[in-house]
């Protein structure tokens, strides 16, 4: 066999490809990665495409024991990696061979890492993508996060370059941030004094922050109505229900529903907020659908025109 044993599977680890696309319509989420930066960045220091599947760690605790010569790589969170007891550095490629003990530890700042293998993690799809949402039980192993002996598949040995990423451009994650915000169509639900009242508060993750969505606390922020006929919800959306206290929606999110939305969080910020743990602080600032695409498009550009450096 070819793959990796799961010794300890740590607090929340699950099976993530880049998202469950097209399925709406049935009531199926996207799921994938919160922070698909973290996740891209981890698939091409192993010199795979960017969507290949990878395992996102949620606070650390994984150990695994590999029955295969490989390269792997942790991005994201600040969880310290060691391979057979000594530390390695993050964004960076390592080779490893059969019997050797791979360990993540718990975070010190940020909360998802990312580890891919060269080749990917070898997972059967369901509805076009290996992403586990735990919530509808579908993807990874029949929906689940990793549990103890469980054993993920890889291809046989291949050669791979390995690469490792400059510590000037790995993402800082602070636990007191900016979020940029497009107001949405029903913006107009709320008045003036409210929308100054929650783009000038400061708001704090509480601990029921997880992969369907971030409630926050802070100032209430009251719409003109309690509620709305069930409807789509994009990736991002920042729902106002009654008690007046935010909840931005993440990758797991339910596909409909009926609280007014003052408006969305572009998906960089989704991915630095899915980074903060409870208790961190955040506050939000409005921008433009132009000036979320320019980011969008800068971020992209970004991504493509950072060289890493080769560590074969």
């Not at 019997?99 to 909360?111: H, L, R, T, W, Y």
């Not at 990917?120 to 509808?136: D, K």
């Not at 054993?151 to 790995?170: I, M, T």
């Not at 206290?245 to 998906?267: C, E, F, H």
């Amino acid at each position: 066999m070819s793959g990796f044993k799961v010794i300890q599977p740590g607090l929340m680890t699950l099976i993530q490809d880049a998202g469950r696309f097209g399925h709406h319509r049935i009531g199926l989420t996207t799921g994938g990665p919160l922070d698909a930066l973290a996740f891209k960045w981890a698939n091409r220091l192993v010199d795979n495409p960017i969507n290949t599947t990878a395992l996102e760690i949620s606070f650390g605790g994984l150990v695994l024991e590999a029955e295969t010569n490989a390269q792997i790589v942790l991005a994201g969170a600040e969880m310290p990696l060691k391979i057979n007891g000594i530390e390695q550095d993050r964004w960076h490629a390592h080779k490893i061979k059969a019997g050797d003990k791979i360990e993540v530890g718990f975070s010190a700042q940020g909360a998802r890492a990312y580890l891919a293998v060269s080749g990917g993690f070898q997972v059967a799809h369901s509805f076009s993508s290996s992403a586990t949402v735990t919530r509808e039980g579908i993807g990874g192993f029949t929906g689940e996060k990793l549990q103890q002996g469980d054993y993920l598949h890889c291809q046989a040995p291949v050669k791979h370059k390995g690469y490792r990423l400059p510590e000037q451009h790995r993402p800082d994650y602070a636990d007191n941030i900016t979020l940029r915000v497009i107001a949405g169509y029903q913006q107009h639900a709320f008045s003036d004094y409210q929308k100054r009242l929650f783009f000038s508060s400061e708001y704090k993750v509480t601990d029921r922050a997880d992969r369907m969505g971030y409630r926050l606390a802070g100032p209430e922020v009251k719409p003109s109505f309690d509620g709305i006929l069930s409807e789509g919800i994009c990736h991002g959306a920042i729902q106002i229900p009654a008690d007046g206290q935010p909840i931005v929606l993440l990758n797991d999110r339910q596909t409909i529903g009926g609280y007014p939305k003052i408006g969305s969080m572009i998906a960089m910020d989704t991915a630095r907020m899915a980074q903060l743990l409870p208790g961190s602080r955040i506050s939000f600032d409005e921008i433009t659908i132009d000036d979320a695409h320019n980011l969008h498009c800068l971020a992209h550009i970004r991504f493509n025109n950072t060289e890493p450096e080769s560590v074969d």
